[in-house]
């Protein structure tokens, strides 16, 4: 009976989740796939005064703190080490020029391989360990190459995952039926009426996603590769991935001749030796627009026996496909089912030239969120000795992707634009809403570089109401430019750097790995009333689509919300910053999943709060509706705004947006406290840094008498400081818990901890006080939790 009514519930609903874009459809749902193990060895030691080690003791401050980790991690690991059992530091660990914090991302490697969820992240500071994260695996490393089979000891991530799913859409269908007297047909087109059932039909597209193809593993088993091949597990993973039927069906009738069809190859052949781990490319595989990239790992697997895990090899996949970019863990050996999937959608110095003609701009200015927020005005671009050095409009010729395989014959080392393309983001239309973006209309100013265009549509027929928005491109296209760059040099200058991993085409000499400014694609023709965002590890351009909305005519395009852009952009922000820049898998699902979405809608509604308090609601201009797209606007009355952490247990907050708004109220919340006691400033942006790159205190920062860091005065400002401070010492796929000790120890290092009562205050009052807990948690941010409203014992008489 529950395979009969879950199938029939899902076809049914199903139906609706699926829409071509035309000028009056439905909102077409992007597929995404998410999930994974819960590690529940992992910690996260968030203080000093709470690590524990064995014989490691503080070191001198002018240590090295490279050296301070490695020998912290042998320290903690002791007798785990062996010649089978190692670790290696990334490249990717850097010094925080801001904090002087020294973050430090260490993978484990057995057997040669990397363990692909065995992480830890070290923070140091003048020889001191100020916090650190680990999911090590802690059990004895397998002989070579061994398999663990997939066999009753061992329990199957995304069998649980499809499982508890399948529990929560069949609460809530009997639930509607009771709420509906029974008065419903199911049938091959029949879908239960739409009052009250928006969150039953996410849930069934989530649940179709992810579960369609679920027992495929099983039986394909006979079919499953020999010796380690790459192609069956990878063609087998496209069957669940791709959206197309016609792709499903073409893979499973000619599964033979895909097979033949796909070809691997060594990614890159080092001359010299290198610690990096090989990969193949795999070419020819259905639905994707790149050769996949794929490296035998381990991940970690958790046992039926409480508190067992065991590891498993398999293949890591990395599969760029139109709109997912995927990074997988299947089965090395049949049957090949599916472990993890982490979908990414959701990012020496030359002389600085001096351009002749600083850029305007015809937009709605930073700060103001909509259009019914104000008015256009002129604002111009951006120099900043620190974030954008050669402005918005200019980037090296050998940086520059519209010139690859061009002869080029200039001498000059910049490219100067004269249209939304530059350093930090590529601007265009993408009405075709494909991949391809280089040649993309942009507009272009010309030699003046007034981007100034008419932007007044008018209400139509619905039909025609398509082409009227695209009348104004040229107006969306330099807004979008406008507003990404804003966010980027904002970012920058609060710590997302180059060396941190931030979006940039060429770094300056200044670390990171360059050649990936934002692809930024304004009313993207491959959906409606969405908005999305890919974040590839550092080195990898990320590329966001906005979209249009037909929620009111003439159509609301959402370019022109900010909150929105910045939103997404800041999916970009919290993946790199989490885990280190390398590593784009530490927001994948569950609680941490939730706070990617939960930092983007607290940032950009930081961005546009003034000094006169107000609630506000997000995606309300776009979305045509005054309460947004959120269950509640942010808000400090409970009235309005009853979230607490206790809130994740109810029905319909399974998925990350849920999970994310409440992230974002607590962190509202807890930013309003510190504006109570340290007051408002109207810009969030620093002082401009000097020519020689110093950067003045002004009314912003307090008076440093030569300290570093410079510390943000007023409340919104250093707020927003201690949460991007806090993603860098966050361990890799942290709950809610994690994050907010994170931030307790963001303002530790910065303040001194003076803000110590007043943070706890914030949290405990939507119940993430101390003694906060949650049982049985699931990865997809199920469980049983506990509310605890009271503040540390420190801070009883606060």
């Keep these: 009976m529950r395979l009969l009514l879950t199938?029939?519930?899902?076809?049914?609903?199903?139906?609706?989740?699926?829409?071509?874009?035309?000028?009056?459809?439905?909102?077409?749902?992007?597929k995404s796939l998410g999930f994974g193990p819960v590690h529940k060895h992992a910690k996260y030691v968030s203080t000093p005064y709470q690590v524990v080690t064995n014989a490691f003791?503080?070191?001198?401050?002018?240590?090295?703190?490279?050296?301070?980790?490695?020998?912290?991690?042998?320290?903690?690991?002791?007798?785990?080490?062996?010649?089978?059992?190692?670790?290696?530091?990334?490249?990717?660990?850097?010094?925080?020029?801001?904090?002087?914090?020294?973050?430090?991302?260490?993978?484990?490697?057995?057997?040669?391989?990397?363990?692909?969820?065995?992480?830890?992240?070290?923070?140091?500071?003048?020889?001191?360990?100020?916090?650190?994260?680990?999911s090590f695996f802690t059990g004895s490393a397998p002989s070579h190459l061994s398999?663990?089979?997939l066999d009753d000891d061992v329990r199957h991530p995304h069998q649980e995952f499809c499982d508890g799913l399948t529990d929560e859409l069949e609460m809530r269908y009997s639930s509607f039926l009771a709420s509906e007297g029974d008065q419903v047909v199911m049938g091959d087109a029949a879908v239960p009426a739409p009052k009250g059932n928006k969150a039953m039909k996410h849930l069934t597209h989530v649940h179709h996603s992810n579960c369609r193809f679920q027992e495929l593993p099983l039986k394909m088993a006979a079919q499953g590769s020999q010796d380690l091949d790459v192609r069956a597990p990878l063609l087998q993973f496209m069957v669940a991935a791709t959206p197309s039927d016609r792709v499903v069906n073409d893979i499973l009738s000619n599964y033979e001749s895909h097979l033949a069809q796909m070809s691997e190859y060594v990614d890159v052949h080092h001359f010299a030796p290198s610690d990096e781990m090989p990969s193949l490319l795999v070419a020819n595989v259905p639905d994707t627009v790149n050769p996949v990239k794929a490296k035998l790992a381990y991940i970690q697997v958790p046992g039926k026996d409480e508190d067992s895990v065991h590891l498993s090899l398999v293949w890591k996949f990395e599969v760029e496909m139109q709109d997912n970019w995927y990074e997988a863990a299947v089965s090395a050996a049949a049957p090949h089912r599916i472990i993890s999937?982490?979908?990414?959608?959701?990012?020496?110095?030359?002389?600085?030239?001096?351009?002749?003609?600083?850029?305007?701009?015809?937009?709605?200015a930073f700060g103001l969120n909509d259009p019914e927020e104000g008015?256009?005005?002129?604002?111009?671009?951006?120099?900043?000795?620190?974030?954008?050095?050669?402005?918005?409009?200019?980037?090296?010729?050998?940086?520059?992707?519209?010139?690859?395989?061009?002869?080029?014959?200039?001498?000059?080392?910049?490219?100067?634009?004269?249209?939304?393309?530059?350093?930090?983001?590529?601007?265009?239309?993408?009405?075709?809403?494909?991949?391809?973006?280089?040649?993309?209309?942009?507009?272009?100013?010309?030699?003046?570089?007034?981007?100034?265009?008419?932007?007044?549509?008018?209400?139509?027929?619905?039909?025609?109401?398509?082409?009227?928005?695209q009348k104004y491109i040229n107006a969306t296209v330099a807004q979008l430019f406008y507003t990404t760059n804003m966010v980027h040099d904002l970012y920058y200058r609060y710590g997302f750097d180059e060396v941190s991993g931030n979006f940039q085409q060429y770094n300056f000499g200044r670390g990171?790995?360059?050649?990936?400014?934002?692809?930024?694609?304004?009313?993207?023709?491959?959906?409606?009333?969405?908005?999305?965002?890919?974040?590839?590890?550092?080195?990898?351009?990320?590329?966001?689509?906005?979209?249009?909305?037909?929620?009111?005519?003439?159509?609301?395009?959402?370019?022109?919300?900010?909150?929105?852009?910045?939103?997404?952009?800041?999916?970009?922000?919290?993946?790199?910053?989490?885990?280190?820049?390398?590593?784009?898998?530490?927001?994948?699902?569950?609680?941490?999943?939730?706070?990617?979405?939960?930092?983007g809608d607290f940032l950009a509604t930081t961005i546009r709060s003034t000094a006169n308090y107000s609630d506000y609601a997000m995606g309300s201009w776009a979305a045509n509706r005054a309460g947004g797209i959120r269950n509640y606007p942010y808000s400090l009355n409970e009235t309005i705004n009853p979230s607490t952490y206790k809130t994740l247990d109810k029905p319909g907050y399974f998925g990350v947006h849920a999970i994310g708004e409440v992230w974002a109220q607590i962190l509202w919340v807890v930013s309003q406290g510190l504006i109570e006691k340290h007051g408002f400033?109207?810009?969030?942006?620093?002082?401009?840094?000097?020519?020689?790159?110093?950067?003045?205190?002004?009314?912003?920062?307090?008076?440093?008498?030569?300290?570093?860091?410079?510390?943000?005065?007023?409340?919104?400002?250093?707020?927003?400081?201690?949460?991007?401070?806090?993603?860098?010492?966050?361990?890799?796929?942290?709950?809610?818990?994690?994050?907010?000790?994170?931030?307790?120890?963001?303002?530790?290092?910065?303040?001194?901890?003076?803000n110590f009562c007043t943070l706890w205050k914030g949290f405990s009052a939507k119940g993430l006080g101390p003694d906060a807990s949650v049982i049985l948690r699931t990865p997809w941010g199920g469980g049983v939790r506990t509310d605890d409203f009271e503040v540390p014992v420190a801070c009883d008489t606060y």
């Design 57 to 134: 003791t503080r070191m001198p401050e002018d240590s090295d703190p490279i050296q301070v980790a490695r020998l912290f991690v042998e320290d903690i690991l002791g007798n785990q080490l062996s010649e089978s059992n190692s670790y290696k530091i990334r490249k990717d660990s850097y010094t925080d020029s801001n904090t002087g914090i020294t973050h430090v991302y260490v993978r484990q490697i057995i057997n040669g391989l990397e363990v692909s969820d065995g992480d830890m992240n070290i923070n140091v500071k003048d020889g001191l360990i100020l916090s650190y994260g680990s």
């Design 681 to 754: 400033t109207d810009t969030l942006f620093p002082p401009a840094a000097l020519a020689n790159g110093t950067v003045p205190e002004g009314d912003f920062y307090r008076p440093a008498s030569g300290k570093k860091p410079l510390v943000p005065k007023h409340g919104n400002s250093l707020i927003f400081q201690l949460v991007l401070n806090a993603m860098k010492l966050q361990p890799c796929r942290p709950g809610f818990f994690e994050a907010r000790d994170a931030i307790i120890l963001a303002d530790q290092t910065l303040t001194g901890g003076e």
């Design 375 to 469: 008015k256009r005005t002129t604002e111009k671009e951006n120099f900043d000795v620190l974030a954008s050095p050669v402005g918005w409009h200019s980037l090296p010729y050998a940086n520059d992707p519209s010139l690859q395989g061009v002869k080029l014959t200039s001498k000059e080392f910049y490219r100067n634009t004269t249209n939304t393309w530059g350093n930090n983001v590529f601007a265009q239309e993408n009405w075709e809403g494909q991949n391809a973006y280089v040649s993309n209309y942009r507009p272009d100013a010309g030699s003046s570089k007034s981007f100034d265009f008419a932007y007044n549509p008018k209400a139509t027929n619905k039909t025609d109401a398509l082409e009227e928005a």
């Design 341 to 364: 999937v982490v979908d990414w959608a959701s990012d020496a110095a030359v002389p600085i030239p001096s351009p002749d003609t600083t850029a305007t701009y015809n937009v709605f």
């Design 147 to 149: 398999q663990v089979a």
């Design 7 to 30: 199938a029939s519930l899902v076809a049914g609903l199903a139906a609706s989740a699926v829409a071509h874009r035309d000028s009056g459809g439905p909102v077409r749902h992007r």
């Design 512 to 599: 990171g790995q360059g050649n990936d400014a934002v692809i930024a694609n304004a009313q993207d023709g491959s959906g409606y009333n969405n908005a999305n965002f890919m974040t590839p590890p550092d080195g990898q351009n990320g590329r966001m689509r906005m979209y249009l909305w037909n929620t009111a005519v003439p159509y609301r395009d959402g370019d022109f919300e900010a909150g929105i852009v910045i939103h997404e952009l800041s999916h970009g922000l919290s993946t790199r910053l989490t885990g280190g820049p390398a590593n784009s898998g530490c927001l994948p699902f569950g609680e941490s999943g939730g706070m990617g979405e939960g930092w």
